[in-house]
Nanobody, 124 residues
Framework: QVQLVESGGGLVQAGGSLRLSCTAS????????MGWFRQAPGKEREFVVA????????NYADSVKGRFTISRDNAKNTVYLQMNSLRPEDTAVYYC?????????????????WGQGTQVTVSS
């Protein structure tokens, strides 16, 4: 039983930056992986990145490598997504998700716990 709440979304110009936060409560443990997904209108929800709170390993989608950085603060039960060099195609609702196990899973069905999402809009 894990509850997730995202924050930090907003409107930014292309080339700008945003930092998203996801705070977890409930049965969160070091063995749980935390991930970020995003979904644009009319599009399938896609995997962005995941991090293991146990070992700190990360798994990035190719589309965001070198631009996005996931980090953690276990004392605060919070995961961050630093997004730099934002592009209009990054516009989407960004969702935080959690699962018990490894980070090399990219399907929404592999993550049983989800936040409500936060809107990120990148203007051209």
């Amino acid at each position: 039983q894990v509850q997730l709440v995202e924050s930090g979304g907003g409107l930014v110009q292309a080339g700008g930056s945003l930092r998203l936060s996801c705070t977890a409560s409930g049965r969160t443990a070091s063995a749980y992986a935390m991930g970020w997904f995003r979904q644009a209108p009319g599009k399938e929800r896609e995997f962005v990145v995941a991090i293991s709170w146990n070992g700190g390993s990360t798994n990035y989608a190719d589309s965001v490598k070198g631009r996005f950085t996931i980090s953690r603060d276990n004392a605060k039960n919070t995961v961050y997504l630093q997004m730099n060099s934002l592009r209009p195609e990054d516009t989407a609702v960004y969702y935080c998700a959690a699962r018990s196990g490894g980070i090399y899973y990219k399907r929404t069905r592999d993550y049983p716990y989800w936040g409500q999402g936060t809107q990120v809009t990148v203007s051209s």
